[in-house]
């Protein structure tokens, strides 16, 4: 780990003003968990280390670091850490994202951890995690993984690199609709939609979203419709702290014993959080039956393309979103 | 001062006063308040800390070495080439070069302008790839099987011929197997396999040395066998043993792993030791994580095809298991001796184990070598056996099993862990084909006693104030044999536990074991007590002598209270009797008296026996698998601290599960890197795999030692994994063959078993 | 283009804590946004830090990038924190920052300026800290004892600021402790200790 510069700014305008001067050569930090362990393994070697922290209690930089919600929105504002979105009560409709940001990492990170620099944080793949291993995704010719130890790599939407994304609290905000808040100066920030932001490695190698350096992420603000609700699971091959071997997030209403407005949305298996669009047309306008949601489970890994170690992935998360389904339906789980 | 082997003691029958009973451990104030001290907390003045450059490859030759960039820092001492041109690489992690600088963050970027030429050559890191015609072979010349303590004591590891990478390992043979399976009714063969897994203590190696002129050195270390690392320094540096001072206080966990001045696969004790006479200053070592997990020993893995095989009257008749596992470089990829031994009433019996060699750190002893791979091949597949003849497992294992103590454990296990009541219910959710079923498993650990004779010196002292004084240089590697060594003398002197005072951790305070085999506390707790019996026997002949009594007159009463003929003394005034120098009194242990209850393979010693049943939750659609309950019946001679023994008991279940579950290394098999070399995608068990677990000791009065106490940390984790995939078999009625029962292999077993039904 | 931001002294900011609740929504105290110039700048020289460790005031003279661990345990000689993982996987090294249990090898020592850190060596333990040590021992909850002052910092930090520790259940417990790694297994006993600790307030 190389010594840099950290700069404290006091306020917004301080941190446009010294990531203006060097977009590229800054690295905005937030919690700091996902770049100390980059800078440690020598991945990333900061020049100037913008601490965004430091300017959340200015006037200017309210929507960073704030929670809020109504029965149908969220804003979660970057800096708001992920056990704090986890503690504090939401509506029903944003349970997903509760769950998610209460099971990700473990107790303690959750705490340094914030919703933004979990959306940001790079793959979490082991070879562009390893010091010595130059992947795609770290500007060398191949994925490794692709002919490599795949267990944990992508089974739908991948190549040229075969990364998952690694958010869990992605995951849990695809099922809605909504956007990203990005500045990039001082002013009016722009709002790019969650189905956008996120970009798989035909469009981007050097990031996961569509997030330009000097660009600050203010926050997230989804939307769900009158009575939706949601949830989200995980298959661990530990229970209670482990990166999911699958995760899933399902958002939908139940209209006059329809299903509606469906959303199932799968993690740790794409280079994205990925829609299983599939599952949703499965589901969309008819009834829960178990055979149907059966069906959509099965529907929700259609086209995965496993490679050499992971197909498990497939079943295991079929089996998931199966019981997700009757969880958030309703419909009984047999025993 | 007087020594005794103890030859005269009469064995401890029925309960004591101390030893046995719930004893706190006398270490434990100071580690949860977070003040003990380890090996990375000592810091001599002038203190330098060092950093290893590694190979990036697996296999090549040294071309060239500079170091020019990594002595031009600022604030590097000393640089030291390890590996020279010319040498083979055979591992990625080797040692290739080391830095000394004033701090850790120098040290590492020191290391990065290393730059090291290896010319890599082909490798291969996978049990099939060595195997195959024409690999890359990972050793030309003639192995030397590398033992540490930690191995199996009794294993003769001779080693057949190495044909390509493999090499047999000493097999065993008893009876005719071949005609046994020829005319059996039934048999059962399949493969199973277990994965290399890590130790992962959660203290990295350490090690810190001072020299002290050109002649002696100060080293403390983070290790399971000070005298080991002594001995290991003396001879690297040649010194004098005794000029060497090695110190570890208190340490992390070892696991096998560290029984040297140097980590299986790291030159530790030459790299900090050389770098400490360049700089001429005092270095440590500390291994990084990653080093730790990629370089310092690990599990072998095991590919096991077992064969069994019943008569028509549901005996099991035959036995055969062929394993290759990889140790990587090194050896001791054997399956332990579970199917050789365990069911001797199986009368026809082979096994034939073999290391094949890759480019992979070396494997190294781990908690019971062997033990617990061989477990889980030999218990599944008896139980796929007993499933095939329509027979009970629990009463297939009384069955065949000839130890006495292990045969009440099984029926004592029976009704605590309600084995009838949870098999029937596990068949009854496999009827119904529910979506979450239950299981439940049993198996059996096999260990012996290997305590030793004279092994260890142990000094009790008693001062005129009355305090009480032990001293011996053996580590605490969390095992509790410090307080054990307090209940003991406790027990003897008739005192309280807290008013002993033990000295251990440094090789100054008398000759004693490596913790490894379980003998600590069998080598090391009889030579207490026959150092307690002497002091005391000195005390009241020095009382006699002062009070002009006839010796046989004085007597220490279980209080403390020292009888003089019609008078009675409180310690404190008795001791006030002595001489300047009070009583200072050596004792160590005799050779093992006794193999009773049961003798263990080819004699001589007890065996140790120990039963563990596993419950199960299965969810058939997400493959998850929770053990929700182990019931764990052990024996390990008699108790010496009842709470240390049940941690024991508790710590080794839970390593067995991490094995069951969710432990595996992973390589990448075109670089030959590890790639989990941490702790997060190297998975550990943690809170939420505990299950309900309930231990029960079963009391073995043996007089094979002067305190009849055996070992109980290796067999605490031989059944356990053995015991879960049992239970995993009963729940799904189809078995995972493979370590760890992750939930994408249980939706496949399940997936191959509806096929295998299918018509 | 903004101007390039020049060195400040180091002046009295500190960080601030994100964490927010719904309830506590209320907008910040307002605060006149600072000029670029007076953006405090630390590094890539050392960097001195000064906190509240264990009630105590330290300061330390450290490289800007390391971490709160290893000023801890190298700069200042304190012995409860350690590094099994050195990646925020283990909670071998967890510190209470203003009171709230976080790794401390993920940090910089640079984030504790101005702030107090708590470890479980706290010389003069709050009776929660003393209460959690009793039980730990009597629970043989410490084998090794490597995770052992993680796992006190967890349990202190989960009884410390639950609103009812009495009415924490094992699984609530479980799910605190799930970050803490042991290798000797003791895990058994750190949930009875922490069991046993929170249902008997009146000792604490
Ligand atoms: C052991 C372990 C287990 C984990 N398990 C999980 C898991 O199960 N699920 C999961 O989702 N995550 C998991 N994580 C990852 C963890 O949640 C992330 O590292 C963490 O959320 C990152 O947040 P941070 O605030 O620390 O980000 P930082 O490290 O500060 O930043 C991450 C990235 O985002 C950028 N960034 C941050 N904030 C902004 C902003 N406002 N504007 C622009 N750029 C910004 C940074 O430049 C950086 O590139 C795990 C981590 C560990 C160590
Ligand atoms: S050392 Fe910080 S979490 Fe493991
Ligand atoms: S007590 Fe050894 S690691 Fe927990």
Redesign the interface.
């Known amino acids: 780990?190389?010594?840099?510069?950290?700069?404290?700014?006091?306020?917004l305008?301080?941190a446009?003003?010294?990531l203006?001067?060097?977009p590229r050569g800054t690295t905005i930090r937030a919690g700091?968990?996902d770049l100390?362990?980059r800078?440690?393994e020598?991945i990333d070697r900061p020049a100037t280390v913008l601490?965004l922290?430091?300017a959340?209690?200015?006037?200017?930089?309210?929507a960073?670091?704030?929670?809020?919600?109504t029965a149908t929105s969220l804003a979660v504002?970057a800096?708001?850490?992920l056990?704090?979105l986890a503690?504090?009560?939401l509506p029903a409709a944003f349970a997903a994202v509760r769950a998610a940001a209460g099971q990700a990492?473990?107790?303690?990170?959750r705490?340094?951890a914030?919703a933004g620099g979990n959306l940001l944080q790079r793959p979490r793949c082991?070879?562009f995690r390893?010091?010595?291993?130059a992947c795609l995704k770290k500007g060398g010719s191949r994925c490794?993984a692709a002919?490599?130890?795949n267990?944990?790599n992508a089974v739908l939407g991948g190549g040229p690199s075969y990364i998952v994304h690694p958010s869990s609290l992605a995951t849990a905000l695809v099922a809605f609709d909504g956007h990203a808040v990005v500045q990039a100066?001082p002013g009016r920030p722009k709002e790019i939609p969650l189905g956008e932001f996120f970009v798989g490695p035909t469009e981007r190698l050097d990031a996961e979203t569509v997030l330009r350096p000097g660009e600050i992420l203010l926050g997230v603000r989804v939307s769900a419709p009158a009575g939706a609700r949601s949830a989200y699971d995980a298959?661990r091959?530990?229970?209670?702290?482990?990166?999911p071997?699958v995760e899933a997030a399902v958002r939908l209403r139940v209209e006059a014993a329809t299903l509606r407005d469906v959303r199932v949305v799968l993690g740790q298996v794409a280079p994205i959080p990925w829609r299983a669009r599939e599952a949703e047309a499965v589901l969309e306008g008819r009834r829960p039956t178990p055979e149907r949601l059966a069906e959509a489970a099965r529907a929700a890994f259609e086209g995965a393309r496993p490679l050499s170690d992971n197909?498990?992935?497939i079943?295991?998360g079929r089996?998931?979103v199966?019981?997700l389904l009757h969880q958030v339906t309703g419909v009984p789980?047999?025993? | 001062m007087t020594e005794t082997d103890g030859r005269t003691l009469a064995p401890w029958r029925g309960a004591l006063r101390v030893v046995g009973a719930p004893i706190d451990r006398i270490d434990g104030p100071a580690k949860v308040s977070g003040r003990a001290r380890y090996t990375t907390h000592v810091t001599p003045p002038g203190l330098l800390h060092a950093a290893v450059a590694r190979s990036?490859v697996a296999a090549g030759t040294v071309r060239a070495l500079d170091l020019s960039g990594a002595e031009r820092l600022p604030g590097v001492r000393a640089v030291l080439a390890v590996a020279v041109p010319g040498q083979k690489i055979r591992f990625a992690g080797q040692d290739l070069a080391a830095v000394a600088a004033t701090t850790p963050?120098i040290a590492?970027?020191a290391v990065?302008r290393i730059e090291v030429v290896v010319e890599p050559t082909p490798h291969v890191v996978t049990l099939d790839g060595a195997m195959a015609d024409g690999a890359p072979r990972v050793h030309e010349d003639p192995v030397q099987a590398r033992r540490t303590e930690g191995d199996d004591p009794t294993e003769v590891r001779g080693g057949g011929r190495v044909t390509g990478n493999v090499r047999p390992l000493p097999a065993f043979e008893h009876g005719d197997p071949d005609r046994a399976f020829a005319r059996a009714a039934h048999v059962h063969e399949a493969v199973y396999e277990t994965p290399v897994v890590l130790h992962s203590a959660l203290e990295p190696h350490a090690l810190t040395v001072a020299w002290d002129g050109d002649d002696a050195m100060t080293v403390w270390a983070s290790t399971q066998s000070i005298f080991s690392v002594r001995d290991e320094m003396a001879s690297i540096f040649g010194l004098s043993p005794e000029r060497v001072t090695v110190i570890c206080e208190h340490m992390g966990g070892g696991f096998g792993a560290k029984f040297g001045a140097s980590a299986p696969g790291s030159r530790m004790g030459f790299i900090a030791g050389t770098l400490a006479r360049k700089a001429g200053a005092p270095v440590r070592l500390a291994l990084d994580r990653?080093a730790e997990q990629e370089v310092t020993g690990n599990r072998p893995s095991s590919r096991q095809r077992v064969r069994v095989a019943a008569d028509g009257r549901g005996r099991v008749v035959a036995l055969e298991v062929v394993s290759h596992g990889t140790a990587g470089v090194g050896t001791g990829a054997g399956v332990g001796r579970n199917a050789a031994h365990l069911y001797e009433k199986i009368p026809h019996r082979r096994v034939r184990a073999h290391d094949v060699f890759t480019h992979a750190g070396p494997g190294t002893a781990m908690r019971a070598p062997g033990h617990p791979q061989g477990a889980f091949a030999l218990e599944l597949a008896l139980d796929e056996l007993a499933a095939k003849i329509g027979a009970d497992p629990l009463d297939l294992r009384i069955a065949h099993d000839r130890h006495p103590v292990r045969r009440r454990e099984y029926e004592l296990g029976r009704a605590r862990f309600r084995w009838d009541d949870r098999r029937a219910r596990a068949r009854a959710a496999r009827a119904?084909g529910?979506?979450?079923r239950t299981g439940a498993g049993v198996a059996a650990s096999i260990w012996g006693d290997f305590g030793r004779a004279k092994a260890a010196r142990v000094t009790v002292a008693i001062e005129r104030d009355g305090s009480v004084h032990v001293r011996n240089g053996v580590q605490d590697i969390g095992g509790g044999i410090a307080t054990v060594l307090a209940a003991v003398v406790a027990e003897v002197l008739g005192r309280p536990v807290e008013r002993v005072h033990v000295r251990y951790g440094a090789s100054t305070l008398g000759r004693s074991v490596g913790s490894g085999g379980s003998q600590t506390t069998s080598s090391v707790a009889p030579a207490a007590r026959v150092a307690a019996e002497r002091a005391r026997r000195a005390l009241l002949e020095a009382v006699a002598e002062a009070t002009g009594t006839p010796p046989g007159a004085v007597t220490l009463e279980a209080g403390g209270t020292v009888r003089v003929g019609p008078r009675r003394l409180s310690f404190e005034d008795a001791c006030r009797l002595l001489d300047d120098d009070g009583i200072e009194a050596v004792g160590q242990r005799g050779p093992t008296r006794s193999d009773a209850p049961y003798p263990f393979p080819g004699g001589g010693r007890p065996q140790i026996g120990g039963v563990q049943f596993a419950a199960v939750e299965v969810?058939?659609?997400?493959?998850?698998v929770?053990c929700t309950h182990l019931t764990a019946v052990h024996d390990c001679g008699r108790v010496m601290n009842a709470k240390a023994a049940e941690s024991q008991v508790a710590g080794g279940i839970m390593m067995g599960l991490g094995f069951a579950?969710?432990e595996q290394r992973?390589?990448?098999?075109?670089?030959g890197?590890v790639?989990?070399a941490d702790l997060?995608?190297y998975?550990l068990?943690?809170?939420?795999?505990l299950p309900e677990i309930d231990v029960h000791f079963v009391p073995v009065e043996t007089d094979a030692n002067e305190t009849g106490s055996l070992g109980i940390g290796e067999p605490a984790t031989i059944p356990t994994a053995a015991a879960v995939a049992c239970a995993v078999f009963d729940a799904l009625g189809v078995p995972v063959r493979t370590l760890?029962i992750?939930?994408?292999?249980v939706?496949?077993a399940l997936?191959d078993g509806r096929a295998e039904a299918a018509p | 283009?903004?101007?390039?931001?020049r060195l400040s002294r180091r002046g009295l900011?500190?960080?601030?804590g994100?964490?927010?609740?719904?309830a506590a929504?209320k907008?910040?105290?307002?605060?006149e946004?600072?000029p670029?110039e007076?953006?405090?700048?630390?590094?890539?020289?050392p960097?001195p830090v000064t906190f509240l460790l264990d009630g105590r005031r330290v300061r330390a003279k450290v490289?800007?990038?390391r971490?709160l661990q290893v000023c801890l345990q190298e700069d200042l000689g304190c012995t409860a924190p350690k590094a099994p993982c050195?990646?925020?996987?283990c909670?071998g090294c967890?510190v209470r920052l203003d009171g709230?249990?976080?790794?401390s090898?993920?940090?910089?020592a640079?984030?504790a300026d101005g702030r107090c850190v708590d470890t479980a060596a706290h010389p003069d333990p709050p009776p929660l800290l003393a209460a959690l040590r009793r039980a730990f021992v009597a629970h043989d909850a410490a084998q090794c004892g490597y995770c052992t002052a993680g796992m006190i910092t967890?349990a202190w930090d989960l009884l410390d600021r639950a609103p009812e520790p009495a009415a924490l259940d094992e699984a609530a417990v479980?799910?605190?402790?799930?970050?803490n790694l042991c290798r000797c297994g003791t895990h058994r006993a750190v949930v009875r200790a922490i069991l046993d600790v929170a249902g008997r307030k009146e000792t604490w």
């Open positions: 780990m190389n010594p840099f510069r950290l700069v404290r700014p006091r306020s305008a301080d446009h003003a010294v203006g001067a060097d700091g968990v100390m362990d800078w440690k020598g601490d922290r430091t959340a209690a200015a006037e200017d930089a309210r960073l670091a704030s929670l809020s919600a504002g800096l708001v850490t056990d704090a503690e504090t009560p990492a473990n107790p303690a990170i705490r340094q914030t082991w070879y390893h010091p010595d291993l490794l002919e490599g130890n267990r944990y100066s298959v091959e530990r229970r209670l702290y482990d990166w071997l197909h498990g992935k079943a295991v089996g998931l199966r019981r789980l047999p025993a | 990036k963050e590492r970027a990065a990653r119904a529910a979506r979450v969810d058939t659609w997400t493959g998850e929770r579950l969710s992973q390589v990448d098999p075109v670089h890197r790639l989990n997060e995608r998975k068990p943690g809170f939420g795999e760890p992750t939930p994408d292999r939706l496949a997936r | 283009m903004a101007r390039p931001p900011l500190r960080t601030v994100t964490t927010t609740a719904l929504c907008p910040p105290k307002a605060h946004a600072a670029p007076d953006v405090e700048v630390l590094g890539p020289e960097i490289p800007v990038q971490t050195d990646r925020g996987a909670g967890l709230v249990a976080v790794p090898c993920t940090m910089l640079a984030d967890a479980r799910r605190a402790m799930a970050g």
